[in-house]
């Protein structure tokens, strides 16, 4: 198995740029998870999906939008970048729900908006 | 409210000494608590795992940690560093509430291992 896998590794954006990060995991997870990781700090949870078609807001959403068409796949949305997204972007899946199962991290996207 | 306190932002130690990582917590009600490792440039790693059965929690490469209720604890051990334990370490809560279990992160602990 790949487990998680994320790409990007890095990307440079410009202020009001687009793009998507994509996060896709082979170990049939029903739930997946987007963190953003700023210096010094822990993480914290963008959005988050319990199935394909079901999605929902985390602590920070607020400038990011995903979607969840399949199991496998859980991509990130950035709309008009703004520098306060410079961050290590994690993707994570589980199989149960957080607090009594293990979530399997992705290696991160590393992200700068000039 | 719930929270993490890691209490030291960085830990130097010598290879083959003894590795604390300190970590306190708050909550309401009896916690799930992590313990997870981050190398350079790689993706968070779970370490162990403590919810609600033995308070004593063994996990991978040789480290454990202790639930310790009155002190509203969770350090982090292992009796003998090695070169290959530097990295940051990462306590985690999980919490309910706003309709789904969220992992609150404390700040980290960069390990250092000297030769």
Known sequence: NAGVTQTPKFRILKIGQ??????AQDMNHNYMYWYRQDPGMGLKLIYYSVGAGITDKGEVPNGYNVSR???????????????????????????????SDTQYFGPGTRLTVL | ????????????????????????????????????????????????????????VKGINGFEAE??????????TKPSAHMSDAAEYFCVVSVRGGGYNKLIFGAGTRLAVHP
């Open chain 2, 67 to 76: 639930f310790k209720k009155s002190e509203t604890s969770f350090h982090l």
């Open chain 2, 1 to 56: 409210a719930q929270s993490v306190t890691q209490l030291d932002s960085h830990v130097s130690v010598s290879e083959g000494t003894p590795v604390l990582l300190r970590c306190n917590y708050s909550s309401s009600y009896s916690p799930s608590l992590f313990w997870y490792v981050q190398h350079p440039n790689k993706g968070l790693q779970l370490l162990l795992k403590y919810t609600s059965a033995a308070t004593l």
């Open chain 1, 69 to 99: 068409s399949t199991t496998e796949d859980f991509p990130l949305r950035l709309e008009l970048a703004a520098p306060s997204q410079t961050s290590v972007y994690f993707c994570a899946s589980s199989y149960l729900p957080l607090d």
């Open chain 1, 18 to 23: 687009s793009m998507t990060l994509q996060c």
